[in-house]
């Protein structure tokens, strides 16, 4: 009867943790690496290719990849210019982004592996504490492995912790099985199982100094040891020697068919390491990952890892930081219930007793030591990165804990009354008080901080990184926003994941990595952030990875208006001052003035724009007050033309004037324009007179796409002098005024052509940041086209348009809401 609700019980909980985990993990977007893994793992199990490095053996990656084998459709990014390279982050980027339009189903079908791993863990947590502990400590351990919010959250991604995990604890298991009976079968499992855990992750090397000194323990003990039946007992003269030999056979087994399972994940190649002497080896593949990872984590990478602890940012390891993730990131039962299980061994011990319900307790120390050694590994490493790299230890405490299990079903035997009474209600405190901490956190399990730490929503205060926010809530914000009705979020994020994929409206901010928009436009402002609603992941907000560490300092000490997944911070900003301004800055960024200086704006509301003031000059069509900011070297043509009443700010080499308003310089295009003719024409071939003669002029102002209108323009040497030797220059001075705002990227070509259409000078150049744009504002640019000195004489065109670099479609020129042309050809040169 105990056998059979066991049985049912164990069955229930490890269909609660399957269930926790596929219903949480569509919740969230990719957290940081998944999609390098899956990609990479398709890449193998698809096309036998492992040409991509990130630091790990292919086992888990491969198993998360096998499911995308049934979808049909999916694709790797081998026409990108990164898939000739080895960086994992934009070969990942493009598979699951680009060439591809189904991330999600993708991510949950990758994820569904690591989610039976999960169960395999469990599962193998109960058979060992039952095994130790009888059924009372198997169902213990096994409901707080089920409830445990880390395996939850590690057991439903993509990426190599749960899986590495999982092969660790059971290759120790079967390890422990062996030692504690010996056969061949076991010794088989044993290596069997050591393979996997070779192939999941580097830090299983730590397995072999593990067994070693399992290994030497048990020769230390007098019990005989050999894998054939009759073995002497225990006493028999030269028992060690017997011992040894069983042992050192044993061993001998285990390594061979370690090395043979790893061959086998490897699809049993053979051939030599690059780098290395060309002598053949099994599995080169895995080598090569090695050597390439310990040069990468002895390298200057290794080095500079920025870790956070209790509010520091700080470089390298510190020996506490796992103690301190270990007390805060466990669920407070589990670690009650361990330190209870450890002084029962104490006392077991010093009374010499054999443990509860007549258990077999020999070899008790296979539990002890692993957890012990990778704790002092993990002490020594410098990758201070979160409590995934300390789970490992997760399963032991469980297992350990399932002796208190086993003394609460002692006691109830035995106690009577109110004792049993108190006994059974501080039993039923404590797995109740484990499950609220598996069930109230859903299903936001990565971010789970126990009450020590005050819980998930003052967790960010003491540790970040992977232990909170590793990408995994993007797709939680932009369902917030949808909810809200939100629009135009400026966006810090930490992660890889898509913001557009989701339909997220967003501004981009400095985040890591920096890849949305451009980080040299950014129109933040770390002292005083202009009005609106921010998202700030929690990594950044506490100034991991960014060269300032405090360029969110500002809100740190100000309460979110809301948060998502407590790993991404909403903050409202109210506007300041009064009126807008506007800041136009010339070889600076924003960052390059003082806070004092900032504030002579008045107001938190400032429009920033960029322009290279060598070539360009930007006229806002703001009401409010407008200002250009730049270096006085910058000093020169056009800008010294415009500026008037500079001023240098305090302290800097910085100068501040006026901007000129948009009327001025739409005055000088107005007078331009009678004498700067554009015209459309479809030839491809010009004749003497073409355009004038064969196109057709087009009145001031041309629409170009709807997104900016020329105004007119002046050629220098001027028009009626449009003649030029080879080898001099033809300077053009294009007058526009933006139409609508955008950020799809821009530019501005200018050509000289042949009677062929043939290029003979050119530029393609924009020095006014598109991104900035408002209907009204003017914009004048300036090409130079540089004759060769073997240009023939005779009469060249001068071709003009607008086009997307990215997509390289040009911006047609519209006249009554039609395309009539995506070029015009303006006033001949002259070559003489």
């Not at 039993?427 to 990565?446: E, F, Q, T």
Request: net charge neutral; with cysteine.
């Amino acid at each position: 009867m105990i056998k059979r609700r066991s049985i049912l019980f164990a069955s229930l909980m490890l269909a609660l943790l399957f269930g926790l985990q596929v219903t949480s993990a569509p919740n969230k977007s990719p957290t940081y690496d998944e999609q390098g893994f899956i990609a990479r793992g398709y890449a193998w199990v698809k096309l036998g290719d492992l040409h991509i490095r990130i630091g790990t053996p292919i086992l888990l990656n491969a198993l998360n990849a096998l499911p995308l084998l049934g979808l049909p459709d999916v694709r790797l990014p081998v026409d990108s210019p990164s898939w000739s390279g080895t960086n994992f982050h934009p070969i990942g980027e493009g598979f699951m982004w680009r060439v591809n339009d189904n991330a999600d189903q993708i991510l949950f079908l990758a994820r569904v592996p690591t989610m039976l791993l999960a169960l395999l863990l469990a599962a193998f947590v109960y058979r060992w504490a039952a095994d130790l502990y009888g059924p009372w400590g198997g169902l213990l351990a096994l409901a707080l492995c089920a409830l445990d919010p880390n395996v939850i959250a590690h057991g439903r991604l993509a990426a190599t912790d749960l899986g590495f995990t999982t092969f660790f604890f059971v290759s120790l298991y079967w390890a422990w099985r062996l030692l504690r009976r010996p056969s061949w079968g076991r010794a088989l499992a044993a290596g069997v199982a050591l393979g996997l855990a070779q192939g999941t992750k580097f830090s299983a090397l730590l397995l072999g100094p593990i067994l070693a000194l399992l290994f030497g323990a048990r020769l230390l003990t007098p019990a005989p040891f050999a894998l054939r039946r009759g073995a002497p007992p225990a006493g028999t003269p030269g028992g060690w020697l017997l011992r040894l030999r069983g042992l050192a056979a044993a061993g001998a087994i285990v390594v061979a068919a370690a090395y043979l399972t790893l061959w086998a994940v490897y699809g049993f190649q053979i051939g030599p390491v690059p780098g290395l002497p060309p002598v053949p080896v099994l599995a080169p593949a895995h080598f090569d990952q090695f050597l390439d990872l310990s040069g990468r984590l002895t390298g200057e990478e290794g080095r500079q890892a920025t870790s956070f602890l209790m509010g520091e940012l700080y470089e390298g390891g510190r020996w506490t930081y796992f103690w301190v993730v270990l007390a805060l990131k466990t669920p407070i039962p589990t670690l009650i219930l361990a330190l209870g299980a450890g002084i029962l061994s104490l006392v077991d011990r010093v009374r010499r007793r054999r443990g509860p319900a007549g258990g077999e307790r020999a070899l008790l120390w296979c539990v002890w030591l692993p957890p012990a050694v990778f704790m002092a590994f993990s002490m020594a490493s410098n990758l201070n990165l979160g409590y995934r790299y300390i789970l490992p230890i997760l399963p032991f405490l469980l297992v350990l804990s399932g002796r208190m299990g086993a003394w609460i079903g002692e006691q109830l035997g035995v106690l009577r009354g109110q004792r049993r009474a108190l006994l059974l209600a501080a039993a039923a405190a404590v797995i109740g008080w484990s499950a609220w901490s598996g069930l109230a956190i859903y299903p936001h399990y990565l971010a789970f901080f126990n009450e020590w730490a005050g819980g998930p929503d003052n967790g960010w205060r003491c540790l970040v990184d992977s232990n909170l926010d590793w990408g995994q809530d993007l797709k939680g914000l932009a369902r917030w926003a949808e909810e809200q009705g939100v629009t135009g979020i400026k966006l810090a994020y930490y992660g890889e994941a898509y913001p557009t994929y989701y339909g997220l409206d967003f501004e981009p901010l400095t985040g890591w990595p920096d890849r949305w928009g451009r980080p040299d436009r950014r129109s933040y402002y770390p002292q005083d952030p202009a009005p609106g609603l921010y998202a700030i992941s929690a990594n950044l907000l506490q100034g991991r990875n960014l060269v300032d560490p405090d360029t969110y300092a500002w809100f740190r000490g100000r309460e979110p208006v809301a948060k998502i997944g407590y790993s991404i911070f909403l903050y409202e900003v109210a506007p300041r001052g009064e009126g807008q301004a506007v800041l136009a800055l010339s070889g600076l960024r924003l960052s390059d003035l003082a806070p004092a200086d900032y504030a002579r704006l008045g107001t938190n509301q400032v429009r920033v724009m960029w322009f290279d003031g060598e070539r360009a000059v930007v006229a806002p069509t703001d009401p409010g007050r407008a200002l250009w900011a730049f270096d006085p070297a910058a000093l020169g043509m056009p800008l010294s033309e415009a500026c008037e009443g500079t001023q240098t700010l305090s302290g800097q080499e910085i100068v501040l004037c006026p901007a000129p308003a948009p009327g001025p310089l739409a005055a000088q295009a107005q007078a331009l324009a009678p004498n700067a003719p554009a015209w459309r024409i479809a030839a491809i071939r010009f004749t003497e007179g073409d355009p004038a003669d064969h196109g057709e002029r087009l009145a001031y102002p041309i629409d170009f796409g709807g997104r900016i209108e020329m105004l007119g323009y002046e050629l220098t040497p001027a028009l009626q002098e449009t003649s030029l030797s080879a080898g001099e220059t033809l300077t053009l001075r294009t007058f526009w005024r933006v139409r609508r705002s955008g950020q799809d990227p821009l530019k501005l070509f200018a050509h000289l052509l042949d009677s062929e259409s043939v290029l003979l000078a050119g530029e393609d150049r924009l020095d006014a940041w598109y991104g900035a744009w408002q209907p009204g504002d003017v914009l004048l640019q300036t090409q130079r086209l540089a004759v060769g000195p073997d240009v023939p004489p005779g009469v060249l065109q001068v071709e003009i348009g607008w086009y997307n670099p990215e997509t390289m479609q040009r911006l047609p020129v519209l006249r009554d809401g039609a395309s009539v042309a995506d070029r015009l050809l303006l006033h001949p040169a002259r070559i003489r």
